[in-house]
C-alpha cells in the first residue's frame, strides 16, 4: 500500500490542531479527530480512551463503525502503552490482543499514552517514524485541550463520560464542585453534597440541586462526613432517615466516599425520591470515587511539596543569616587586630575575646544543625542509656543559668524530688538547662518553678514560668527549625532549642510538650522520661 506522505499528514495535523483550539473540552477530541478523519478519508481511525478500575472508558472516536465502552484492559499492546507510558506500533493488529474493534482493511495500530488516557490510531496504510512522531504531538495536544478548559468552567462537561476530564483538576473547590454535579446528574438526585477536605484547613464544600429543589436543605460539613463514616464504602438507593442525614424526605440516599491510603478525604452524599441505578451509572461513579480521590491526593501532595519548599527556604534563609552574623563580628574585630599599633594592650584584649565569644556561639550553632540534621534522618544516637538521678541533673542545670536569672531578678524555685530516670545523663542536662534558660529570657519578672513528678513508668520535669507565654496557634510551630513566636522577636536565639530537644527528648523514650493560655499568661514545657526500673 501507499505510504501517507509526512507532508500531507503534517498538513492535516495542523488543520485538525486548529480545530482543537476553537473546541473546549471533550468537544476538542471530537472536532479534532473530526477534521483529521475527513482529511486522510477512510484510511484513519481514532479513538480515545480513560483508564480506570481496570477498563478502558471512551471518550471520544472517529471513524469506527460501532461504539465499545467499559473495555477490560488486557495485557495486550494498550496495557503495554500504558504500564511502560510509551508509544507502542504494532505493524500486524492481528497480533494485537487489545484489539479494540476489528474493522476490515485496518493493517497499523499506533497506541499513544498521554498520563491516564490512551489515544490510539489505526490505519489501512503503513506509517514511518515521522508520522509516529507527528501523532505523538497530535495526541498530546488533544489530551491537553479537552482537559484545559475542565479547571475554568467544569459545567461544559455533561455526560457520564466527562468523569475522565477530572484528571486535569488541581483545584479543590473545582473537585467538589464537579463532584457533585456528576453525581446529582447521574443518579437523578434532588441535591448532592460534596466534601474535600485536602489540608488541615476547614475541609472545601459545594452543593448541587435539581431544579425545583432550591429549597433543599443543606447540612454542616460535620454531618456530611458523618453520614460518609457511617456507610462503608459506596452507598446506592439506602433508604434515608432523618438519622442518617437530614434529608429524609427524599426518600433515597447516595453516598460516595473518597479514600486515600484507607483515609476518608472527602466524599459526596445526596438525596433523591428516585435514585436511577444501573451497570452503567454504577460504573461511572465507582470512577468518581476513585478519580476524585486521585484529584484530592494529588492536591494534598502538591500543597506539602510547596510547603516543605517554604519550609527549606525559610530554614536556608535563617541558618544564613545565623552564620553571618558572628563571622561579620569576628572579620571587624580582625580588621581592628590588623591596626595593632594603635591598640593598647586592653584593646587587643577585648577584641580577642569578642572573637572567641563569636567563634564559640558559632561552634555552638553549627553542633546545633548537627544535631538538627542527625535527628531529621534518624541519625541520632545517644548511646545506651543507662540509670540517671534526676534530682542531680535538675540541680546542677539550674546552677549553670542561675547566674542568667539572678541578673534578671528571677527567683528559680525548685522543691528537691529524688527520683532515678533511664536515661542520658549530659543529653537530659541539655535538655533541662534549654528549657531553664528559655524560661528566663522570656520572664521579665516573676518567679520560675521546677517540679518533678515520678511515675511508675514516666517521670515528669515541669518548668512553668510566669513570663509573657505564646499565641495558641503558634504552640505547634515552635518545634520546628528557627520557627519563634511573636513573643520572642525581640529576644535573643536561634529557634533551634526546642526542636533539638524535642528530639532527644524522643531518641531517649520520652516526649516534650509545650503549653500556654496565650500572651501575658506564662508558659509550662513538659518533658517526661522513662523511670528506671
Known amino acids: 500500500m501507499?505510504?501517507?506522505?509526512?507532508?500531507?499528514?503534517?498538513?492535516?495535523?495542523?488543520?485538525?490542531?486548529?480545530?482543537?483550539?476553537?473546541?473546549?473540552?471533550?468537544?476538542?477530541?471530537?472536532?479534532a479527530f473530526r477534521s483529521l478523519s475527513e482529511i486522510v478519508g477512510a484510511d484513519l481511525y481514532l479513538s480515545v480512551y480513560y483508564q480506570a478500575i481496570d477498563r478502558l472508558w471512551l471518550v471520544a472516536q472517529s471513524g469506527y463503525p460501532e461504539t465499545l465502552d467499559g473495555i477490560p484492559l488486557g495485557e495486550g499492546v494498550v496495557g503495554r502503552a500504558l504500564r511502560t507510558g510509551s508509544t507502542q506500533l504494532v505493524v500486524d493488529v492481528e497480533s494485537d490482543e487489545d484489539l479494540i474493534v476489528d474493522v476490515e482493511g485496518i493493517e497499523v495500530e499506533v497506541v499513544v499514552p498521554v498520563d491516564e488516557f490512551v489515544v490510539n490510531f489505526e490505519f489501512t496504510r503503513p506509517v514511518?517514524?515521522?508520522?509516529?512522531?507527528?501523532?505523538?504531538?497530535?495526541?498530546?495536544?488533544?489530551?491537553r485541550r479537552m482537559t484545559s478548559r475542565l479547571e475554568s468552567d467544569p459545567r461544559q462537561f455533561s455526560d457520564g463520560h466527562a468523569v475522565v476530564t477530572m484528571a486535569g483538576l488541581n483545584n479543590p473547590v473545582l473537585i467538589a464542585e464537579y463532584s457533585a454535579r456528576l453525581a446529582g446528574q447521574?443518579?437523578?438526585?434532588?441535591?448532592?453534597?460534596?466534601?474535600?477536605?485536602?489540608?488541615?484547613?476547614?475541609p472545601v464544600a459545594a452543593v448541587w440541586r435539581q431544579p425545583g429543589s432550591e429549597s433543599a436543605r443543606i447540612v454542616s460539613t460535620d454531618d456530611v462526613f458523618a453520614t460518609l463514616r457511617k456507610f462503608e464504602g459506596l452507598t446506592v438507593g439506602t433508604t434515608a432517615?432523618?438519622?442518617?442525614?437530614?434529608?429524609?424526605?427524599?426518600?433515597r440516599l447516595l453516598v460516595v466516599p473518597f479514600m486515600s491510603d484507607g483515609v476518608l478525604i472527602g466524599g459526596v452524599v445526596g438525596g433523591g425520591r428516585n435514585v436511577a441505578v444501573t451497570p452503567a451509572s454504577m460504573a461511572h461513579l465507582s470512577m468518581l470515587a476513585s478519580q476524585a480521590a486521585v484529584c484530592i491526593a494529588r492536591v494534598r501532595h502538591e500543597q506539602?511539596?510547596?510547603?516543605?519548599?517554604?519550609?527549606?527556604?525559610?530554614f536556608m534563609a535563617a541558618v544564613s543569616h545565623e552564620l553571618r552574623t558572628p563571622l561579620t563580628a569576628m572579620?571587624?574585630?580582625?580588621?581592628?587586630l590588623g591596626d595593632h599599633d594603635r591598640l593598647s594592650s586592653s584593646d587587643r584584649t577585648e577584641f580577642v575575646n569578642a572573637i572567641r565569644g563569636n567563634a564559640e556561639h558559632l561552634l555552638g550553632l553549627i553542633n546545633d544543625l548537627l544535631d538538627v540534621a542527625q535527628a531529621e534522618t534518624g541519625t541520632l544516637s545517644l548511646g545506651d542509656l543507662v540509670d540517671c538521678d534526676l534530682d542531680a541533673i535538675v540541680q546542677d542545670s539550674i546552677g549553670y543559668v542561675q547566674p542568667g536569672a539572678?541578673?534578671?531578678?528571677?527567683?528559680i524555685i525548685y522543691p528537691r524530688a529524688e527520683s532515678v530516670v533511664r536515661s542520658h545523663a549530659i543529653r537530659l542536662k541539655q535538655i533541662v538547662i534549654n528549657l531553664l534558660s528559655n524560661a528566663i529570657k522570656f520572664t521579665d519578672e516573676g518567679k520560675i518553678h521546677v517540679t518533678v513528678e515520678t511515675g511508675s513508668k514516666m517521670t515528669r520535669v515541669v518548668v512553668a514560668d510566669s513570663g509573657c507565654g505564646i499565641e495558641p496557634d503558634v504552640l505547634h510551630r515552635l518545634f520546628q527549625p528557627f520557627e519563634r513566636g511573636v513573643s520572642a522577636s525581640d529576644r535573643a536565639g536561634t529557634g533551634l532549642g526546642?526542636?533539638?530537644?524535642?528530639?532527644?527528648?524522643?531518641?531517649m523514650g520520652g516526649s516534650l510538650d509545650l503549653y500556654s493560655d496565650g500572651l501575658g499568661f506564662g508558659t509550662r514545657a513538659v518533658l517526661t522520661v522513662p523511670t528506671a526500673v
Open 186 to 202: 447521574g443518579f437523578g438526585l434532588n441535591i448532592v453534597q460534596c466534601v474535600v477536605s485536602v489540608s488541615g484547613d476547614s
Open 406 to 411: 539572678c541578673e534578671r531578678g528571677i527567683d
Open 498 to 507: 526546642l526542636v533539638i530537644s524535642r528530639r532527644l527528648a524522643e531518641a
Open 241 to 251: 432517615t432523618p438519622d442518617d442525614f437530614r434529608w429524609g424526605e427524599y426518600g
Open 2 to 31: 501507499e505510504t501517507l506522505s509526512g507532508r500531507d499528514l503534517a498538513s492535516a495535523l495542523d488543520f485538525a490542531a486548529q480545530a482543537a483550539v476553537t473546541r473546549d473540552g471533550v468537544d476538542a477530541a471530537h472536532a
Open 304 to 314: 506539602e511539596m510547596h510547603k516543605a519548599l517554604d519550609a527549606r527556604m525559610a
Open 128 to 143: 514511518d517514524d515521522i508520522q509516529i512522531e507527528a501523532f505523538e504531538g497530535f495526541a498530546e495536544m488533544v489530551i
Open 331 to 336: 572579620l571587624g574585630f580582625a580588621d581592628l
